[in-house]
C-alpha cells in the first residue's frame, strides 16, 4: 500500500491521488445526505425508492401520488381560496352541510316515501312520478304508484290509474274507479266546457220537474174544462131527448102531404 500520501485536489480536471481520509468524508457525506433524504421523506428508506412527488406526464400538468393499490393520504392541507385551489375536508364537510341545508328548506313540503320499481318517461316532454309510473307517449303525465298514461297529452292521477285516450285525464282504471269531489260550480253556458258538479245537476233535475209539473197540471186543466164542457153538452142531448122522441112521434102520426 501507498502511505503517506497527502491530500489530492478535487476538481473535474483533477489526477491527483485521493487519500484515505478523503475518500472517508465523501463516503460520510454521501451517508449524511442518505440519511437526509430518507428522514426527510423523499427516499422511501426500505426500498429506496424515491418519494418525491413528480408528474405523471410529459406535458407536466398532471402529478400523482401513490397507485391504484396505496393510495396517499395528503394531510395538513390549507384551505382553498382560488377557484383553482385545493381543497380540504372541512371545506367539503362546509359545502355538503350548506347543500343538505339548502336542500331540506327547499323540499320541506315534498316528501317521498315509495319502494319499488323506477317511474319510466319516455315519451317527449313526458313526466312520471311514483314507483312503476309509466308515461309513454308525448306530453303524457302520470302521477302515483303504478299509474299509466300511453295516450297523447293524456293525464293518470292516482295509484294504478289508466289514461289510455288522447287529451284525457283519468283518476281510475276499470275496477279501480274513484270520484272526483269538491267540484266548484261549472259555468252553464252554450259553448261551455266546464265540469258540472252533482248540486247543478240537482238543481237541474228540480226545475225540469217543476216544469214537467207545470205543465201537467195545465194540461189537466185544460182536460178538466173540456170534459165539463162534454159533460154539460151531454146533458143538454139528454134533456132534448124527450122532446125529439115526441116530434118524432108526431111526425109519424101525421105524415106529411104527397
Known amino acids: 500500500k501507498i502511505v503517506n500520501v497527502a491530500l489530492g485536489e478535487v476538481s473535474a480536471t483533477s489526477t491527483d491521488a485521493i487519500n484515505g481520509s478523503q475518500l472517508n468524508a465523501t463516503d460520510q457525506a454521501l451517508s449524511n445526505l442518505q440519511d437526509a433524504l430518507e428522514n426527510g421523506g423523499v427516499i422511501d428508506p426500505g426500498t429506496g425508492q424515491s418519494l418525491a412527488v413528480t408528474y405523471s406526464n410529459?406535458?407536466?400538468?398532471?402529478?400523482?401520488?401513490?397507485?391504484?393499490?396505496?393510495?396517499?393520504?395528503?394531510?395538513?392541507?390549507?384551505?382553498g381560496l382560488a377557484p383553482n385551489d385545493a381543497v380540504n375536508v372541512d371545506q367539503l364537510n362546509g359545502a355538503i352541510t350548506t347543500l343538505t341545508n339548502s336542500l331540506s328548506a327547499s323540499l320541506r313540503y315534498v316528501k317521498v316515501n315509495a319502494t319499488g320499481a323506477d317511474a319510466n318517461a319516455t315519451g317527449a316532454n313526458a313526466v312520471a312520478i311514483g314507483s312503476a309510473a309509466s308515461a309513454t307517449i308525448a306530453g303524457a303525465?302520470?302521477?302515483?304508484?303504478g299509474a299509466r298514461a300511453s295516450g297523447t297529452n293524456?293525464?293518470?292521477?292516482?295509484?294504478?290509474?289508466?289514461?289510455?285516450?288522447?287529451?284525457?285525464?283519468s283518476v281510475g282504471s276499470i275496477g279501480n274507479e274513484r270520484k272526483i269531489v269538491n267540484v266548484d260550480d261549472g259555468d252553464i253556458s252554450d259553448g261551455s266546457t266546464d265540469a258540472i258538479n252533482g248540486g247543478q245537476l240537482f238543481n237541474a233535475l228540480g226545475t225540469f220537474q217543476a216544469a214537467v209539473a207545470a205543465i201537467r197540471s195545465e194540461l189537466r186543466a185544460e182536460m178538466q174544462a173540456e170534459m165539463q164542457s162534454l159533460r154539460g153538452a151531454m146533458t143538454a142531448i139528454q134533456t132534448e131527448m124527450p122532446l125529439l122522441h115526441r116530434q118524432s112521434g108526431q111526425l109519424d102520426e101525421h105524415p106529411a102531404a104527397p
Open 141 to 145: 303525465v302520470a302521477i302515483g304508484t
Open 58 to 79: 410529459a406535458t407536466k400538468n398532471i402529478i400523482s401520488l401513490g397507485n391504484l393499490g396505496t393510495p396517499v393520504e395528503v394531510m395538513n392541507v390549507a384551505t
Open 154 to 169: 293524456s293525464v293518470a292521477i292516482g295509484i294504478n290509474s289508466a289514461a289510455t285516450g288522447a287529451n284525457t285525464v
